[in-house]
């Protein structure tokens, strides 16, 4: 009774997976071949390139692809430069209001850019900052996770270590970059592979803030793509589809173990 | 001596607060200026050329609440969140006790779980367009195989909001299963020894053990799953753009509407003080109450 | 030394001859492809050839989505102090773009000829012509025509060559063409409802607007009998399919045969005939008290915030890529009309609608064409409207109901510019 209870409770797995993978499948299928066919699903009808060519000359996705690698480029240096310094402030400096500010900087998780989006939009113009990367990027730096996240990490860090270095005669932020810094490397990737994964995926605000194809990143040059006035053609959107996530998707699949252990570590509280 | 000490300390906060500078500008700047702004804005009627713009006081506000479209969003906005997040957080509870047991193929079915995840919405959007499609969809065609007639899912307002939740699901699901699976992990084995030698079946172990030693990751996933559900709307633009009849819209869609399709930047203004004050509640709570279970360093 | 002097004297006579080279007008123009994808390059390639033919003036031509993410690019890029000097877009967000104080009209742009101006079919001009003044002229425009699988009909027992011409000929041959899974019937209930009903009222008799902007009529017993209409060829004769049909699939729903006819713009022309694996025809659309369809599609619009330099740079282009040439050359890239009697006169189209006729069927409808949905605040009164019908043809309200929602809105929305 306990095998068939085990066997059944597989199998259920098995389908949910292969449930969930099917869009995915689908739109693959359905990008190698032509829109009759793909509709139809005939099953043996040729495999076909003309979808991706179509899709390919129709939007210039390499400029879309470097326009988001630098996009989130950006803002993980931008993270890391606010996050460690401010971590590193409220992890091991004792100074008068800490607790109150903390406070604040945790209440940013609930204040999301995506909810100010019409202020944010003005700051972002009046800075300047309207249709560039740093204006994409700029709000999200400031991370409330990324500094709760570093905060922890250098609160762990041994005592000793930094009498020794103080002993050394190191400044504050010498202390930092010889000590903390290198002791939290692991909390560094996996807040990397998180930051970067999300930003990749970002779509809203740079739908607003980007208004040409030369700072216009991957997601908001999908749904450009994907939402014409006369008709979407779905085989065509499903290949412009498959290129834009290849990528990730690649270097998911590739590096799965450490994806997962970035998410898994981020999640441990 | 205390001189001494004094000038430390003050050294010591001086070296804070610098530290603490560029998060500060960035977050008032982005976060806590645009706050009161967004509020300061929503006391003041829209400005045309031919009436500029005038104090209004609670104007804006009362006018959401006589627009029914407000309340249909409103509406709209509690049934997505009451059903992605007790859905998702069953399914991914279920896919993390699965990835984390003994069944063949396990390393399958964690990859499948947790790939919707790294695609972005709009992706995810366009793949279930395929699903959706009336006639000649993937949904309409296997149920064609079974006699089923075509139904127009994100054309109908009966079945367009469930459409749209259901892709939330999927893309979510395999999100929060990491977060119990990190949790699971920290469930030592013999636990599950002693289960067994007490003659415990399987189920009643899981429902007796696990899922309250789960909780902190359940309450963390539910605020994390709450967030998404107000700021994740993006497939809204590829499915539905929040019809038929306005029977799919959200929130933050409507507030986007209204400012940039509209040009109405206060109504949006004060829809998103509600927004905020909604969240901050929430920030409330889980800050007090929530707090009082999982231990903060 | 020497070197160094020779150098210098070279620079300052390169700088001297430089200089009386006139300082470039940059424009920026947004523009939206209707179609998809690869026609960006046809437009670079007009503006390629305009720079060419215009040395002291670049153009940046940027691809900004459909009307709808191009509306929001440019108001974007303008209230944020980006410069954008010219965009197509809606011809019907005219209003909303005067009320914002964002346009200049032609009429006042230094060097524009009254001629010019005239040179476009009428019908075209309507959505533009606000206030006595012209506001936008005609770029990629269209009317609604119906498509038809003329497969289809010889396998009904239809004459092929003989679409329905009214409303009671379109009920009986989508009758007889229901079978077989396939609908006789669709028009789209999403993307742009309002459109579609438009042409529907217009062919009952009624304009659902005021040509001020200021009025709208959804409540007039000839509009909620034309939604009654709408809604019965669904539920009461079975043509088309209940409850809302999707804009965007549409197209391919009638490559694969699911329907017989299709209302759709002229603008998919271009894709059926390239897509269709049956014969098919063109047809306009059936009458019921007089024949009609809105136009629809795109304008130039001159934004105000521009310098004389730039406005008159930004008229010589509009000159261009709406002269009969290019006009003809667009009109067979993707579909749209030719915008002046002009461009039916050149080879290129004359040759064109004399191999591929249904190409001239939406020029023949503008005898009988009405001017696009368009009020103050068209976003939302047009909301309204969609909604109305929408809730009409799934059966949330009755048609009565729904629009009598939808005018008190419009009117309520309206009153302050009255």
């Not at chain 2, 500078?21 to 929503?42: G, K, V």
């Not at chain 3, 936008?136 to 004459?159: E, H």
């Not at chain 3, 789209?188 to 607007?209: C, D, H, R």
């Not at chain 3, 005939?273 to 001159?302: C, H, I, M, Q, W």
């Amino acid at each position: 009774m306990k095998l068939f209870s085990k066997n059944i409770e597989a199998i259920g797995a098995i389908i949910l997976a292969i449930v969930w993978v099917s869009p995915l499948l689908f739109a693959f299928w359905a990008a190698f071949h032509s829109t009759s066919d793909a509709v139809n699903f005939n099953i043996s009808s040729p495999w076909t390139l003309s979808n991706f060519q179509t899709a390919w000359v129709g939007a210039p996705w390499l400029q879309y692809f470097s326009n988001t690698f630098l996009l989130v480029t950006v803002i993980l240096i931008g993270q890391f430069f606010v996050t460690t310094l401010a971590g590193f402030a409220f992890a091991q400096i004792q100074f008068p209001g800490r607790d109150f500010v903390f406070i604040l900087v945790l209440m940013q998780l609930f204040i999301l850019p995506e909810v100010l989006i019409v202020e944010n939009y003005v700051m972002v113009s009046r800075l300047g900052l309207f249709d560039t990367i740093l204006g994409v990027g700029m709000p999200y730096m400031a991370s409330a996770f990324g500094i709760f996240l570093m905060r922890q990490a250098f609160k762990g860090i041994p005592k000793e270590l930094h009498e020794a270095a103080r002993v050394e005669g190191c400044t504050w932020l010498g202390i930092l970059w010889r000590v903390y810094v290198p002791l939290a490397r692991p909390t560094y990737i996996a807040y990397a592979l998180v930051s970067v994964s999300t930003h990749w995926n970002n779509f809203l605000w740079p739908l607003i803030v980007t208004n040409s194809p030369e700072t216009r990143p991957l997601t908001v040059g999908l749904s450009i793509f994907g939402a014409p006035e006369n008709g979407v053609d779905i085989s065509v959107i499903s290949a412009a589809t498959m290129m834009s996530v290849a990528p990730l998707l690649i270097a998911f699949l590739v590096f799965q173990k450490q994806f997962v252990q970035a998410f898994l570590r981020t999640g441990i509280k | 001596m205390s001189d001494i000490v004094a000038n430390e300390r003050r050294r010591q906060a001086l070296y804070g607060w610098i530290m603490l500078s560029p998060a500060a500008i960035l977050l008032t700047t982005f976060a806590f200026y645009p706050s009161l702004a967004t509020f300061w804005t929503s006391l003041f009627s829209r400005e045309t050329r031919r009436r500029p713009s005038e104090f209004k006081g609670i104007g804006n506000y009362t006018d959401l609440f006589a627009d029914p479209t407000f309340l249909k969003v409103v509406t709209n906005n509690l049934i997505y969140a009451f059903s992605t997040i007790p859905i998702s957080i069953i399914i991914a509870l279920a896919m993390a006790l699965w990835a984390n047991s003994k069944i063949p193929a396990r390393g399958f079915i964690r990859t499948a779980y947790f790939t919707p995840t790294v695609l972005p919405m709009i992706a995810a959007a366009n793949l279930w367009l395929f699903f959706y499609t009336p006639g000649f969809g993937v949904l309409d065609q296997i149920g064609g195989f079974f006699g089923i007639p075509s139904i127009n899912w994100l054309g109908q307002p009966q079945t367009a909001l469930w459409s749209v939740i259901i892709v939330t699901i999927w893309k979510e699901a395999g999100f929060f299963m990491i977060f119990y699976l990190a949790a699971l992990q920290t469930i030592p084995e013999d636990l599950k020894e002693a289960a067994d030698i007490e003659g415990c079946s399987r189920w009643t172990y899981t429902r007796r053990v696990i899922i309250p030693l789960l909780m902190p990751t359940t309450l963390f996933i539910m605020v994390n799953a709450l967030i998404n559900s107000v700021k994740l709307i993006d497939h809204l633009f590829i499915l539905t753009k929040g019809g038929p009849n306005d029977a799919s819209k959200l929130v933050l869609y409507y507030i986007w509407e209204m400012a940039f399709a509209f040009f109405d930047a206060p109504h949006a203004a004060a829809l998103t003080i509600l927004v905020l004050a909604v969240l901050g509640v929430v920030a409330g709570i889980k800050f007090t109450i929530l707090d009082k279970r999982t231990h903060y360093q | 030394m020497k070197a160094f002097r020779k150098i210098g004297l070279a620079a300052v006579t390169a700088t001297a001859v430089a200089a009386p080279v006139a300082a470039e007008t940059e424009l920026t123009m947004y523009y939206p492809i209707a179609v998809g994808g690869a026609l960006t390059q046809v437009v670079d390639g007009i503006v390629a050839d305009f720079e060419a033919a215009n040395p002291d003036i670049k153009v940046n031509a940027i691809y900004s989505g459909n009307y709808d993410d191009t509306r929001v690019r440019a108001l974007s890029a303008l209230a944020s102090g980006e410069p954008a000097q010219l965009a197509v877009m809606f011809s019907i967000d005219a209003y909303d773009l005067i009320e914002q104080d964002l346009v200049v009209a032609f009429d006042d742009i230094k060097g524009v000829d009254a001629g010019w101006l005239d040179s476009f079919y009428p019908a075209l001009m309507a959505n533009g012509n606000i206030e006595g003044k012209t506001w936008g002229i005609p770029f990629q425009r269209s009317t609604i025509v119906a498509y038809y699988n003329k497969d289809m009909f010889k396998a009904a027992g239809l004459d092929p060559n003989s679409p329905p011409t009214t409303w009671d000929e379109m009920i009986s041959m989508g009758k007889a063409l229901t079978k077989d899974g396939a609908y006789g019937l669709m028009i789209p209930s999403t993307g742009y409802p309002y459109w579609m009903f438009q042409a529907l009222a217009i062919q009952n008799g009624k304009e659902v607007m005021s040509n001020d902007g200021l009025t709208t009529y959804f409540d007039d017993p000839t509009v909620i009998e034309t939604l009654e209409f709408w809604k019965s060829l669904s539920q009461e004769h079975g043509i088309m399919p209940t409850g809302t049909v999707e804009w965007g699939t549409l197209r391919q729903a009638f490559l694969e045969g699911q329907t017989a006819m299709m209302w759709h713009s002229t603008g998919n022309l271009t894709a059926v005939k390239n897509n269709a694996s049956f014969d098919f025809g063109v047809a306009e659309l059936p009458a019921n008290v007089r024949k009609g369809s809105p136009t629809g599609g795109g304008n130039f619009y001159v934004f105000k915030d521009t310098s004389p330099e730039e406005q008159a740079a930004a008229l010589k282009l509009i000159e261009f890529m709406t002269s009969p040439e290019q006009a003809a050359a667009w009109s067979i890239g993707t579909g749209y009309m030719g915008v002046s009697p002009a461009a039916y006169e050149t080879d290129a189209l004359k040759t064109y609608t004399q191999e591929f006729p249904p190409a001239l069927v939406a020029r023949n409808q503008l005898e009988n064409a009405v001017a696009e949905f368009s009020t103050f605040e068209t976003a939302r009164v047009r909301e309204g409207l969609n909604n109305a019908i929408q809730a009409a043809l799934t059966n949330t309200k009755s048609a009565a109901d729904a629009l009598a929602e939808a005018q008190a809105s419009a009117v309520r929305l309206l009153r302050d510019y009255q």
